[in-house]
């Protein structure tokens, strides 16, 4: 072993001296070594919240599923719970009282405070019955922004008056860039992932300065999911977003890994940002991909 290589050996924490670590295919980083955790909306394999769920395992970290019942029998939970040795616990996020029941449930199943949740949650009636947005049901507009945005409130509330959270913990909601400019068929669900991302603001202030819990929101690509695929129009979108990013589109696994390194110890002084995800899409004007598809 080289002087340096020693030096590193000896004063590093085992979580920093990643490269010193034999690492394979089948292997993680033991990021979330001892880390515990809920993780909300894995419907499919094809779901980020899904995928998340195997590269938390991988790395580590252990957790409890959570779903609305009528998501889970859509779904294929029970089998990811099996694969992940994780209890689900079902729980409308709109409801306190379910809530208050998940976390309670939570902290006994997994034998301590929580370190880490994911709140992958999003639906629109409107969207789904394509409803024009000049033509909204008013009623399903509320749910929409019940479900896909105040229940991110609700999901944080109970976790605090539930005490469940250790300190330097993470929770992070899944946002998209409809939050900030406009998307004709994204609709009423545009407004909800703004309250969500304000929401992660205010009470990523209020989490920070009464335990040191960071919160953030992560604005994904357009993410060929099974909700996502749901949207009218969203070939020709996720083929135009990909264009117009330099690194193409952020993959659900890529997401997954990036929720990862959220939930560990290496972004413990990050909070109250809306973390842009999206293979540089957000912050380009056009691409050359782009010209060349539109020059006549």
Not at 229 to 255: K, Q
Request: aromatic share 10%; with cysteine; glycine share 8%.
């Amino acid at each position: 072993m080289s002087p340096s290589a020693k030096y590193l050996d000896d004063h590093c924490p085992e979580s920093i001296n990643l490269h010193l670590q034999p690492k394979n295919a089948n292997m993680g980083y033991n990021l979330l070594k001892g880390k515990r955790g809920i993780i909300f909306g894995a419907l499919d394999e094809n779901s980020i919240a899904w995928k998340t769920a195997l590269r938390v395992k991988e790395e580590g970290g252990s957790f409890t599923l959570t779903n609305a019942p009528i998501a889970m029998r859509m779904g294929k939970i029970n089998e990811l719970a099996k694969e992940c040795n994780a209890e689900v616990i079902p729980a409308d996020a709109t409801s306190e009282q379910d809530l208050t029941q998940l976390f309670t449930r939570s902290l006994e199943v997994l034998g301590g405070k929580i370190d880490f949740v994911l709140h992958s949650i999003g639906m629109s009636p409107n969207v789904r019955k394509d409803r024009p947005y000049g033509d909204l049901n008013y009623e399903w507009f509320l749910k929409t922004l019940d479900i896909s945005g105040l229940s991110f409130h609700k999901v944080l509330q109970t976790a605090e008056k539930t005490d469940a959270m250790n300190e330097w913990g993470s929770i992070l909601a899944l946002s998209y860039i409809a939050a900030q400019r406009t998307y004709p068929d994204y609709s009423d669900m545009a407004q909800a992932k703004a309250v969500l991302e304000s929401i992660a603001r205010s009470y990523g202030y209020r989490f920070a300065k009464l335990k040191k819990v960071r919160v953030n929101t992560i604005s994904q690509s357009p993410t060929k999911t099974t909700a996502g695929a749901g949207i009218t129009g969203f070939d020709v979108f996720y083929d135009y977003a990909n264009m117009m990013s330099p690194l193409g589109n952020a993959t659900a696994e890529d997401c997954a890994n990036y929720i990862t390194l959220m939930f560990s110890d290496f972004s413990r002084m990050v909070t109250m940002q809306n973390l842009m995800h999206d293979g540089g899409f957000s912050s380009s004007g056009i691409t050359e991909e782009l010209v060349a598809r539109l020059s006549k």
